[in-house]
């Protein structure tokens, strides 16, 4: 709050305000009040009021410069207070670089170059973003996510890269450093909102010209005004004109444009998302496309085993212990799923399972025999697998495959299951049915991107079956089957081409062209490292279903900027039925018909309208930082809403508000 | 009373009747499309290879630009030549001489940018060659000219990308073959049938009742009055425009001019739906320019039907309502009417004096031609109204949360800055205008007493509205001025130039830059531009913009002369 303050000031530096052209006028105006001021104190002229009302004007000019720079401060301020904590984990830190003649030596973390290699081990911090070259460790990444739970990250895979500042538990890997200094995505990130490389985004230039229009009709408005009430011999002290014209421009949406823009940034930041730039937020916005990785997205992490259907003349007890003790070495989740399913409906005695267990061997899971499972001590052999597999072995060792089964198995995976045929020295005993479980909640999801006008499209390696079933039950819009990195990308052109706007979600090396190619590409900050150059977002919390908070993020940063655009428009109608009369009723009494507010007097009128001016800034700086809430409940209705709210609420709120001034300052006049 | 409403009534309705069918007839025109008028083809045709031109080329949005401005230049400099020879040249029964530069130069430049502001008389400032040549020629190729340009924009948004427009002499060829042509015959004959003349005779010797020998001014006046109501132009061929009784004989011609210059205008809307197939999206469009008509109308025919209480106050009856510069065979609420349609429409024609009407009257004009929007002249009205379109979509998208568009079509910054560029230009030059007049006047008003007849509010109306009246290229005075200055004659000379070609450039290149985006396909997150919220929205940004800009100016005129009479 105190560096808020003092920013406010700082920013009242005239080069800093050009780049805002409201309230760079603002700022002239002022200076003329205050020479104005200073000039009825060495010379007193009745015709410009007394020094004690010029001085108001002045302060109160003043203050909506300080107002408009305090929004920004604060947006920036609390953007910086994220950015600080960021930065906390950025100390430096003893790298331990490995030379080229293999010895080590120690450096200091800011002046690791890119292409240097280290070395970090257990209880040590990670000194700078990088690949892993070598081994596999499990890292603290709650410095940057919050999240405590430690991660796993190892060379080679998807899940290679690790950032700076975050703190290794156990093992010892050999990190290959990819970023040069000061240019890693917290640096960037930092930087961003920080203000000192924001750059206007499309949109706030579109909107900055609409502005800077209306601020000169509104230079015109003014300049004429002085011949013209030369003319009807109506003259007009200084303060009045600069008071009109500072109360016609659109301060409250140009003191606010640049808070809008860094709370953006900010709440992405809060949701965990690093932006490389401020324009990727608001691309989001725009999204049509959604492109979603099944596994993890849609479904639980993967296949769980759902049902055990016992084969005729097969108890159900059979086939249990049978999936189960062929499950118990089976360190794949669909192994694992088994031996919890099987508690669950037979309650198995599981240390009695153990026992039998006993000096078995396992058989792996091969490509060639698609099947896998375990040899007991006694010699009994327990295999599951795809039921053309376990057919195979049936009719090489002449056992019947019942015609029973052969449905089972085709029902199950009808229903976007995927059926494991179970057999006891090649005795079919009966089918375990794996199915992929959808998230709770994410069909709401769903429902919610397509009142928002968002496509879904789901990615998996499936078949095209099970894909069209499991996209139909998640009710996603279309899905991408058996999808290779070449299908994502034909699919985003195909869309692009399209004139829609693609967004994606990645993290493998093989995801980063797709992720570049895309309008809106999140890499996961677990992810390669190439996946996080290619995208244009990173999500520091790994969730796939960040994307629609993005989205989300996106379309309130564009909504507030036009809902307070409207609104400072809005609000120039009761502004003029306060300054207007108040500047012609002296000279010519009938206008003051025109003061429907009952304003006491043309001075209280004037300082109520540029007191209600420059308030209205910070009463609407908590709105400018949340960001007005998006429902999708269509354009249309949202634009009614919208306008009923902003256009005609601010048509009515000044008309109240400087009323309600006028009662206050009248008891000073 | 009431057959005064009637009245109204009766001419709206016949507009709408006509307007509808004529809208749909030059979409198809304008397509390419089969139409009634087929068989005119083949002189089209003739006209092309004559000329010269291939009119199957198409154009780029600044080829088509080019070719308005260059063949606008080739008219300016023919009429220059003309009217300052016309005394020596055939055709002037009456021996009128030849114009100043100075008069040429303005009267050229108000005719060539369908504003047909008038610093002379029909009657002694023009010769019939002239009038003829100069005054109808122009009249004709002015409104072809608006009307191409719309065309150009409608082309261009229509829901494809690329940088061809289709051809600028095809669409200004056919708006004259097609359109005005063969509708200035209907309209001339009807007028020529009820009284108007129609010859190259000069002035006619009469004696009247009381005895007093008079020369009565003639021409081809139907011809003229045909094209000058139906291409918005509104120029009379007397000095008091249509409340002459040879321009304007009876109840009947003052419907027909009435419906005749609304027609186009409100043609072209209903033609934008039938082109673009948006059909809802010309009834916003028709439904917020009516809103806006209405609004300026209602306390018009209000106000005049009324009377003036000062009047009142000196015992004199005034049911028929404020009758002071008003034709008794037209009655004060068809006065009203005619003065609010040819202000929001930018024709300009009178058929009462503008400067006797109520002040809030003449706030209601006065605001009919600032926002120049609510129907406007032929094919212009329509690019002003994409003008405010354009502002109205970027607010209302990023309200919705989404980068604007507009038909498929995203609006980004360069489409922002000409829309704005377009939009301040009109206050701009108003304002400006009306504060450097007010200057000179307050500085020393004994030297430029001879400027206005009502010095006060009324004559504060009087600057405000002429400058006025050169921006929206209206080109009705409310008079009361002694507007036949060097002063007036260069300024709003200036002020006509800008602000008819400026405001053509702006939409056309809009449109152009827009038809050469890519296609943003329409979904549920799309603000459709058809619904009547977005229609509130549009009206409020043209209330917004045009009338908010204009409220200290119109309190010091209109305003505090209304309040001071009330």
């Given at each position: 709050m105190a560096e808020a303050t003092k920013q406010a000031f700082v920013k009242l530096d005239p080069r800093v305000m050009f780049r805002n052209p409201v309230m760079f006028t603002v700022e002239l105006g002022t200076v003329v009040m205050l020479f104005v001021t200073v000039g009825l104190l060495l010379k007193p002229d009745a015709a410009q009021g007394s020094f004690g009302y010029n001085l108001t004007v002045f302060i109160v000019l003043f203050l909506t410069l300080l107002f408009a720079n305090f929004a920004e401060a604060i947006a920036e301020a609390r953007g910086k207070a994220q950015a600080d904590s960021l930065r906390k984990t950025r100390q430096d830190t003893p790298a331990k670089v490995r030379l080229a003649n293999g010895q080590f030596e120690y450096v200091s973390s800011a002046q690791l170059q890119k292409g240097q290699v280290f070395?970090?081990?257990?209880?040590?911090?990670?000194?700078?973003?990088?690949?892993?070259?070598?081994?596999?460790?499990?890292?603290?990444?709650?410095?940057?996510?919050?999240?405590?739970?430690?991660?796993?990250?190892?060379?080679?895979?998807?899940?290679?890269?690790?950032?700076?500042?975050?703190?290794?538990?156990?093992?010892?890997?050999?990190?290959?450093?990819?970023?040069?200094?000061?240019?890693?995505?917290?640096?960037?990130?930092?930087?961003?909102?920080?203000?000192?490389?924001?750059?206007?985004?499309?949109?706030?230039?579109?909107?900055?010209?609409?502005?800077?229009?209306?601020?000169?009709?509104?230079?015109?408005?003014?300049?004429?005004?002085?011949?013209?009430?030369?003319?009807?011999?109506?003259?007009?002290?200084?303060?009045?004109?600069?008071?009109?014209?500072?109360?016609?421009?659109?301060?409250?949406?140009?003191?606010?444009?640049?808070?809008?823009?860094?709370?953006?940034?900010?709440?992405?930041?809060?949701?965990?998302?690093?932006?490389?730039?401020?324009?990727?937020?608001?691309?989001?916005?725009?999204?049509?496309?959604?492109?979603?990785?099944?596994?993890?997205?849609?479904?639980?992490?993967?296949?769980?085993?759902?049902?055990?259907?016992?084969?005729?003349?097969?108890?159900?007890?059979?086939?249990?212990?049978?999936?189960?003790?062929?499950?118990?070495?089976?360190?794949?989740?669909?192994?694992?799923?088994?031996?919890?399913?099987?508690?669950?409906?037979?309650?198995?005695?599981?240390?009695?399972?153990?026992?039998?267990?006993?000096?078995?061997?396992?058989?792996?899971?091969?490509?060639?025999?698609?099947?896998?499972?375990?040899?007991?001590?006694?010699?009994?052999?327990?295999?599951?697998?795809?039921?053309?597999?376990?057919?195979?072995?049936?009719?090489?060792?002449?056992?019947?495959?019942?015609?029973?089964?052969?449905?089972?198995?085709?029902?199950?995976?009808?229903?976007?299951?995927?059926?494991l045929v179970v057999s006891e020295n090649d005795r079919i005993l009966g089918v375990v049915e794996l199915q992929d479980i959808i998230k709770p909640g994410i069909q709401e999801r769903f429902e919610r991107l397509r009142k928002m006008g968002i496509k879904t499209v789901m990615v998996t390696g499936d078949n095209p079956l099970t894909a069209k079933f499991i996209a139909e039950k998640a009710g996603v819009d279309d899905f991408i089957a058996e999808a290779k990195p070449e299908d994502k990308m034909q699919y985003i052109r195909t869309e692009q081409q399209a004139g829609k706007l693609v967004a994606m979600m990645g993290d493998g090396t093989n995801d980063a062209p797709a992720l570049a190619q895309a309008d809106v590409g999140v890499a996961m900050n677990s992810g390669t490292q190439a996946a996080k150059e290619a995208g244009n977002m990173v999500d520091l919390d790994n969730d796939p279903t960040k994307l629609i908070e993005v989205v989300e993020i996106g379309k309130q940063l564009l909504m507030t900027r036009g809902t307070l655009t409207t609104f400072s428009i809005a609000n120039d109608v009761a502004k003029y039925f306060a300054i207007v009369p108040a500047l012609f009723m002296v000279a010519i009494p009938a206008l003051g018909a025109l003061n429907i507010m009952g304003l006491k007097s043309p001075q209280s009128a004037i300082l109520s309208a540029v007191i209600f001016n420059a308030l209205i800034i910070p009463a609407l700086v908590p709105?400018?930082?949340?960001?007005?809430?998006?429902?999708?409940?269509?354009?249309?209705?949202?634009?009614?809403?919208?306008?009923?709210?902003?256009?005609?609420?601010?048509?009515?709120?000044?008309?109240?508000?400087?009323?309600?001034?006028?009662?206050?300052?009248?008891?000073f006049l | 009373m009431?057959?005064?409403?009637?009245?109204?009534?009766?001419?709206?309705?016949?507009?709408?009747?006509?307007?509808?069918?004529?809208?749909?007839?030059?979409?198809?025109?304008?397509?390419?499309?089969?139409?009634?008028?087929?068989?005119?083809?083949?002189?089209?045709?003739?006209?092309?290879?004559?000329?010269?031109?291939?009119?199957?080329?198409?154009?780029?949005?600044?080829?088509?630009?080019?070719?308005?401005?260059?063949?606008?230049?080739?008219?300016?400099?023919?009429?220059?030549?003309?009217?300052?020879?016309q005394g020596s040249l055939p055709l002037n029964p009456d021996g009128n001489p030849s114009m100043s530069p100075d008069l040429a130069f303005n009267t050229n430049i108000s005719f060539l940018v369908n504003c047909n502001l008038q610093h002379y008389s029909g009657e002694s400032g023009l010769s019939y060659l002239s009038q003829i040549v100069v005054i109808t020629f122009l009249q004709f190729v002015t409104a072809a000219t608006g009307i191409a340009a719309a065309v150009v924009v409608l082309n261009a948004l229509q829901t494809r990308t690329t940088d061809k427009l289709g051809n600028f002499y095809n669409y200004f060829v056919k708006s004259l073959t097609r359109l005005l042509l063969p509708l200035s015959l209907v309209i001339a004959l009807i007028l020529a049938f009820n009284g108007a003349p129609m010859t190259l005779h000069g002035k006619q010797q009469l004696v009247t009742v009381q005895g007093d020998s008079v020369a009565v001014a003639r021409g081809p006046v139907a011809a003229m009055v045909a094209i000058k109501e139906l291409g918005t132009n509104g120029g009379g061929f007397f000095g008091a425009n249509s409340a002459h009784p040879l321009e304007n004989p009876n109840f009947a011609t003052n419907v027909t001019e009435n419906v005749a210059l609304a027609l186009i205008p409100l043609a072209l809307v209903f033609a934008l739906g039938f082109y673009l197939k948006r059909q809802k999206l010309a009834y916003m469009i028709f439904g917020v320019m009516t809103v806006g008509f209405l609004a300026l109308l209602a306390p018009t025919v209000y106000y005049e039907m009324h009377g003036n209480p000062a009047i009142s106050q000196m015992g004199v009856n005034q049911a028929l309502g404020a009758l002071e510069g008003k034709e008794i065979r037209f009655g004060a609420a068809a006065s009203a009417y005619w003065s609010i349609t040819n202000t929001v429409i930018s024709c300009g024609s009178i058929n009462s004096?503008?400067?006797?009407?109520?002040?809030?009257?003449?706030?209601?004009?006065?605001?009919?031609?600032?926002?120049?929007?609510?129907?406007?002249?032929?094919?212009?009205?329509?690019?002003?109204?994409?003008?405010?379109?354009?502002?109205?979509?970027?607010?209302?998208?990023?309200?919705?949360?989404?980068?604007?568009?507009?038909?498929?079509?995203?609006?980004?910054?360069?489409?922002?800055?000409?829309?704005?560029?377009?939009?301040?230009?009109?206050?701009?030059?108003?304002?400006?205008?009306?504060?450097?007049?007010?200057?000179?006047?307050?500085?020393?008003?004994?030297?430029?007493?001879?400027?206005?007849?009502?010095?006060?509010?009324?004559?504060?109306?009087?600057?405000?509205?002429?400058?006025?009246?050169?921006?929206?290229?209206?080109?009705?005075?409310?008079?009361?001025?002694?507007?036949?200055?060097?002063?007036?004659?260069?300024?709003?000379?200036?002020?006509?130039?800008?602000?008819?070609?400026?405001?053509?450039?702006?939409?056309?290149?809009?449109?152009?830059l827009l038809a050469r985006k890519k296609v943003v396909p329409e979904g549920a997150g799309t603000l459709p531009a058809d619904t009547a919220t977005f229609g509130v929205m549009v009206l409020a940004v043209i209330v917004i913009i045009a009338a908010l800009a204009f409220f200290p100016a119109l309190a010091l005129g209109p305003l505090a002369e209304h309040f001071s009479l009330y």
């Open positions: 070395v970090v081990e257990a209880g040590e911090i990670i000194p700078t973003d990088g690949e892993i070259m070598e081994g596999l460790a499990t890292i603290d990444e709650s410095a940057i996510t919050g999240e405590s739970a430690p991660v796993i990250r190892e060379a080679g895979g998807d899940k290679s890269s690790v950032t700076g500042g975050t703190k290794i538990l156990s093992d010892r890997i050999v990190v290959l450093v990819t970023t040069a200094p000061g240019e890693s995505f917290l640096d960037k990130m930092i930087a961003l909102v920080e203000g000192a490389s924001r750059q206007k985004t499309p949109n706030e230039i579109a909107l900055t010209i609409l502005l800077a229009g209306f601020t000169l009709v509104f230079v015109i408005v003014c300049v004429t005004l002085q011949p013209f009430a030369a003319y009807s011999k109506t003259p007009i002290a200084i303060s009045a004109f600069i008071a009109l014209f500072v109360c016609l421009i659109p301060t409250t949406i140009g003191g606010l444009l640049s808070a809008i823009g860094i709370a953006g940034m900010d709440r992405a930041l809060r949701a965990n998302v690093i932006t490389k730039s401020g324009k990727a937020v608001e691309t989001a916005g725009d999204i049509d496309v959604l492109l979603l990785d099944k596994t993890g997205t849609i479904t639980i992490g993967n296949r769980r085993a759902t049902h055990f259907w016992p084969a005729p003349g097969v108890s159900e007890r059979e086939l249990v212990e049978a999936a189960t003790l062929s499950s118990l070495h089976d360190e794949t989740p669909e192994g694992k799923s088994i031996v919890e399913l099987a508690q669950q409906v037979r309650r198995t005695d599981a240390a009695d399972l153990q026992r039998r267990a006993q000096g078995s061997e396992a058989i792996k899971f091969t490509a060639e025999t698609r099947s896998s499972g375990v040899t007991l001590a006694s010699g009994l052999r327990i295999r599951k697998g795809a039921s053309d597999a376990i057919r195979n072995l049936a009719n090489a060792a002449s056992q019947p495959f019942p015609n029973e089964t052969t449905q089972q198995v085709a029902a199950v995976a009808s229903n976007g299951g995927t059926p709105l400018a930082l949340k960001g007005v809430a998006y429902t999708p409940i269509g354009a249309s209705a949202l634009l009614r809403r919208n306008l009923l709210i902003y256009g005609l609420g601010g048509v009515i709120v000044p008309f109240i508000g400087i009323k309600a001034i006028d009662l206050v300052v009248g008891l | 009431t057959t005064g409403l009637l009245g109204i009534f009766v001419t709206y309705g016949l507009t709408l009747l006509l307007a509808l069918p004529l809208g749909r007839f030059l979409a198809n025109v304008f397509q390419g499309h089969q139409n009634a008028l087929d068989f005119l083809a083949p002189l089209e045709r003739g006209l092309f290879r004559l000329a010269g031109l291939d009119e199957k080329r198409e154009m780029t949005w600044q080829q088509h630009l080019l070719a308005l401005l260059t063949i606008n230049l080739v008219w300016f400099v023919f009429a220059m030549v003309v009217l300052c020879t004096m503008h400067d006797s009407f109520m002040p809030l009257s003449g706030l209601c004009q006065l605001l009919g031609m600032m926002t120049n929007a609510f129907y406007g002249g032929c094919g212009v009205g329509l690019l002003n109204f994409f003008a405010y379109l354009i502002i109205a979509v970027f607010i209302a998208g990023l309200m919705v949360g989404r980068t604007p568009e507009f038909l498929g079509k995203k609006i980004e910054a360069r489409e922002m800055k000409i829309a704005v560029i377009v939009t301040l230009l009109h206050p701009l030059l108003i304002l400006a205008g009306t504060a450097l007049t007010a200057h000179l006047f307050a500085g020393s008003p004994t030297e430029y007493a001879g400027w206005l007849a009502n010095p006060g509010y009324h004559g504060f109306s009087e600057m405000l509205y002429e400058f006025t009246s050169a921006s929206a290229n209206n080109g009705s005075g409310f008079e009361g001025l002694g507007d036949n200055t060097p002063w007036w004659n260069i300024s709003t000379g200036v002020v006509m130039l800008l602000s008819r070609f400026l405001p053509i450039i702006g939409p056309v290149a809009i449109a152009g």
